[in-house]
């Protein structure tokens, strides 16, 4: 944190970052619990839990809302520097990331509305085989990335990076299953589109939760990584000047 | 603009704020050309115009770096306040958005490539007849987004918004097509799949250009309206205290 100025408005100023960070923490929480409830309503074809995750958006957004307002109003009134500075961009793209990462769960909520609604469409709960184990993983990359930005940890971070390749291994394998299932019997395409939305929902879960880590890695070394391959994520790499 | 300090230094800022807008909207000129020659490289299946739109994405990679850095190097060294950090921070994600628009164009070249390059599938062009008008839609969001940001005009900004609900109807119906087209003749499922691939990349740069329209009615007006509905943008509205 930056130690130029006094005491006391240090203090104040890393209990604004605080609170800034524990706004980041409580939206990733929520967001977290938005994935499980929508991977659990998919599994359960239970169309209520389904549209209580449609609804809960709403509170994100407002999270939304209040963290860039939170960091607006840190850019204003504290004038941050160097890493300071950094956190604070760093935690605005966070809110964004977790606001997006819950647009997502939504889609996945709609899917299940539809698929487990009323209408004349027969479930076909195999198709939805691939999301599970993906949904897992999200959940895991997920967590830890949000552990990443708790405790600003660039090696967890950097696993976290690592990890959502096998994520979007698993969404590739995942759409190549289906394809499959729709040369044996294309009658049912429309079963296998919903099922591909919802790979693509949780494939795009991941890729926030990479993106918050990369975060972590812009505020705590200064790098912006998001256009470096995973494998160059070496800590050799990210000493480097 | 921030007029608390002497005018040599605020005309320093100025140029700088300035050039920060000249780097937005040069990305936003590279990013319209991508969706143009997108648009082409699907309607001529022009395979090499399409490689050309993968290739170009690093330029534009290069220049949301570079926008990233130039913001950060405006609020740590001027330390904008009010206005003039608004406009920072709308322009931080003008530039985010202007990168994640290309890599819609991205996937679009991916599908030219896929459909037309050496493989065994048969194009059916009539399948991307959406696509032509929603790209013409799209490049048009975009200019008037553009058009919004370099003369921070709130009403185009509005029109924006509200002339992306158009595409996001047309978007609808191509689908609806689409899925028509899959169950008269259910073999045609590949170029179906891509074709909803163009249409979802096209609406996304809809979305990408309504983004930019937001950010210079927040700029300008200090509201975010991202959780507005686009009706209730009125110019009342935004002048409500």
Redesign the interface.
Known sequence: MNGKEGGHIVQRFDAQLGSLKDLVLEMGRLVLQQVRDAAQALEEGDTGLARQVVHRDRDI?TL??KG??L??EL??TR?P??SD??FV?AM??AV?NLERAADETKKLGYVVSRVYGENDLQPIPSLFQDARHMAASAVELLEDALEAVEELDVDKAVAVVQGDEQLNEAFHAGLRRLATF?FED??N?RHV?EA?FVLKALERVGDHATNLAEFVIYAVKGK?V??VKAEHLSSGFLDAG
Do not use: K
């Open positions: 957004n939304d809302m860039q307002e960091c607006l850019l204003a004038q520097v160097a500075l950094r961009m605005s793209q964004n729709l294309p009658r395409v589109i591909v912006d998001r256009y």
